[in-house]
């Protein structure tokens, strides 16, 4: 699967943003979904993901109750979208999908395809 993130952008703290990826093929139903992101000078890290259907999610200690994770799989996108946005959100933002109902994934080495990634970068 092919994967193309949007929304990125230049926000102040406490802004909201909304993410997109959307994904080829038409077997986006079958994919678990993830976000991660990178800062200058850091690993890669989990941000949130959800699992086929979109009935479980998961999510990071640093935004939770922030950001939410959703699914349209009609469209074969899936959304994060971002509120009460911190300095330390700034980051290259990720999408990735894994072949699999069997849950969602908080690993990196999980995923199989990878999107391009989307800058955020949140301004005091």
């Known amino acids: 699967v092919q994967l193309q993130a949007s929304g990125g952008g230049l926000v102040q703290a406490g802004d909201s943003l909304k993410l997109s990826c959307v994904a080829s093929g038409r077997t986006f139903s079958s994919y678990a979904m993830g976000w991660f992101r990178q800062s200058p000078g850091k690993e890669r890290e989990f941000v949130a993901a959800?699992?086929?259907?979109?009935?479980?999610?998961g999510y990071a200690e640093p935004v939770k109750g922030r950001f939410t994770i959703s699914r349209d799989n009609a469209k074969n996108t899936v959304y994060l979208q971002m509120n009460s946005l911190k300095l330390e959100d700034t980051a290259v933002y990720y999408c990735?999908?894994?072949?699999?109902?069997?849950?969602?994934?908080?690993?990196?080495?999980?995923?199989?395809?990878w999107g391009q990634g989307t800058q955020v970068t949140v301004s005091s």
């Open positions: 959800i699992n086929w259907s979109g009935g479980s999610t």
């Open positions: 990735a999908a894994r072949y699999s109902r069997a849950g969602w994934f908080a690993r990196l080495d999980s995923y199989d395809s």
